[in-house]
């Protein structure tokens, strides 16, 4: 076998393992929708959010430190790591908690697969990789907006003081930080992915647990169910220390676009277990409206998911 054939086989190979972790990442991020939604009946947004941010925090610190990985001392690193805690986790897992109070978790997936369509604008208002946007592009941005505006219902403006709307807002809110993270956490493409992911979880929980403890004085609340402990455990475990592994290993590999391009994926997964495990119920205009979203992200992310053998994995698409 020739060397150039080597190489493909192996550039094939590294891609397919990469879309297999962007799969993956989009299920447990799917199924996170529903975790919160059982949590969020019995506690408050902050203090699930806090605790979720804790738990990952501890874990991936220990995981970081049993593999012997030091955390950084630059003061520059940590005002880094604090934005990223903020735009990745504490902000946007806020604002979905609070937003799944109002709205199903299907939607709420359906309204948080809107984060590519962020970067694509990101990148015409800033000129970053103007260039490569296409038509396709272009189309796949209208129809994924026209796509949340059929979801979001056409009373919308009219019931803007109502609490739906404002929910769905605030998922919105939390995909256009989830737009910015990526972009933002390319600046740690030299750190392992354990030592970033523990870092900014660490931030995170710096942020919500005296803001929890201010505003919603979990001491003072009811013991919660069983069933909503576990699915804050498992939302710290596997939604947020595992996730954030998987995540910025792939904006190294993938990109920021190539990354945020499993939230269609994410949406399907969220949707399905809404269904499946809460029993919700979507109406034909929300369905049709997640169809529009779906169509649009795939139209602007599949080129991204679908680099040449000439591409090297590595590198990151300039979209």
Known sequence: MSTQAQHTRSGQTSLAIEIGLLLLLSLIWGSSFTLIKLAVATIPPFTMVAARVSIAATLLILIASAQGHALPREQSVWAAFFVQGLLQSALPFTL?????????????GALNATPPMFVLAIAV??????????????VGVALGFAGVALTMGTDTLSGIGTAAPLAQMAVLGASFCYALA????????????IVTAAGAMSCAAVLMLPTAAALEQPWRLAQPPVQAIAAVIALGMICTALAMVIYFRLIRTLGPLGTTSGSYLRAGFAVALGTAILGEHLTWSSLAGMALILAGVVAVTVPALAPTTRTPVGASPRN
């Open 182 to 193: 990526p972009i933002w956490g390319q600046r740690f493409s030299g750190l392992p992915a």
């Open 125 to 138: 208002m800033t000129g970053r990789g103007r260039q490569a946007i296409s038509g396709r592009k272009v």
């Open 96 to 108: 979905i908690s609070w937003g799944e109070m109002h709205i199903a978790s299907g939607l709420a």
